[in-house]
DNA sequence: CGCTATATTGACTTTGCTCAACCCAGGTGG
DNA sequence: CCACCTGGGTTGAGCAAAGTCAATATAGCG
């Protein structure tokens, strides 16, 4: 089913009932929207209560400069819920765009809150989840702030293969990352060329290959050290993840 | 009262009823806890499930690296709440640390959830104040990752005096900014020493002077074009603020 | 097959970092 | 009351990381 992912994500944080799982699963189901990729997702004349799942293709929040720079400050890959908030802050202030083609499933604010009521350990998972996005988020100004180009690229790779794992899009020691060297400028805050070179160094390094918006882990543990990862972030249930 | 910052900048939200403030300047008003300057404010033994409500004082939101480099990731002034979630997440990834000497008002699960209850309208101005906290964050990101050292001084500086003066601590054209120049540097993602050089460069300008922890504004809008501003993401109930 | 995107490479510039010396103000203790 | 000490702040020289600009290659895609 459609909510698969977000099913596999929430397991990561503790064991749901399997009533749960299915209220869950029932979720994706319906009210689909596709966007293609490059475009926004937020467009005139979409209800903008509805909380969007994101079941198929990646997606980004960013902000952008008058200068025409860009800031990406988050990623969603399927299983993740972006809120558009707009019903408390009057206007958004920042964008959310398709990477790739995207395809959400709308869930009304009643859905959501018949939801809850009947499942409160999805509640609990939910809540995990919006906690865990933040602290991505802090993580990421760490890199930009404070890391190298290399460690920052390394640590973002890192958490990618991470999270694609939980919701079983990687492939063993493989996954797709279908982001340009221009999208991982936006998100380290490097430039493209900049962003290329980097990539060539971690491929030479020989931890992990990037070639073809496919990414090879071939040591995970020597590209965590690389990175200055630390697996506290992303607050896996059983801790510290092979 | 010392919840009163609290109230002051849950107003710029929209109005709240009279019965809501009290019931939120009833708050701060007991089991207060003092950290010195220097120090973190969560320490072993206490119990992570309060809710804290700086009542006085700058504390921060800090990451720090293997290496000893670190970035704050969230700035706290009076009037501002800091959950610590560890009810949710079992370890925390993060610390926080007291910028000045720090006091702060230990709010219970049980208080908040009678508050909230009591209080439709004070739920609504938690949720956008945790919204706008989260925009702030990305603002953040969008300085570190794209904008110049000056852009990004001038920004944050922008930022603070307009927190500063909706919680009423600043003095017409003029606030008081603790922050040492490595302070800055871990919030700005530079040097202590590029922190130093980047606000003579400021002073220059002509736009805002910051000596002796004072900041005081000669020209917003100058500073505001200066620093790329957008007031949007403090999402002030009347929109642009003079 | 050719078009457009993206990626790669190179030469050169700039921003911000490093390291190190020095200064100043405020607090402390004799 | 003064000498000292310490924690910032300031300055300078040299360096490294990343940016800029521009040309060229490659790869998908229609």
Redesign the pocket.
Known sequence: MAADHLVRKLRAFGPLPQASTDALGALGDRRTRTVP??QDLISEGDDPRDIYLITDGWACRYKMLDTG?RQIVGLFIPGDLCDLHVYVLDRLDHSIGAITPVTVARISQAEMDALCDAHPRVVRAFWWDSLVQSSIQHEWMLSVGQ??????LANLLCELFLRLRTIGEADGDRCAVP???????DI?????????????RLNAGGCATL???TLVIHDLAGLKTLARFNDLYLHRAGGTLP
Chains 1, 2 share one sequence.
């Open positions: 990729a490059g720079a890391r190298t180009a290399l460690e920052s982001l340009t060297h221009a999208q991982f400028g380290l805050g490097l430039t493209e060329t900049h962003v290329g070179r980097t990539i060539k070639k073809r918006r």
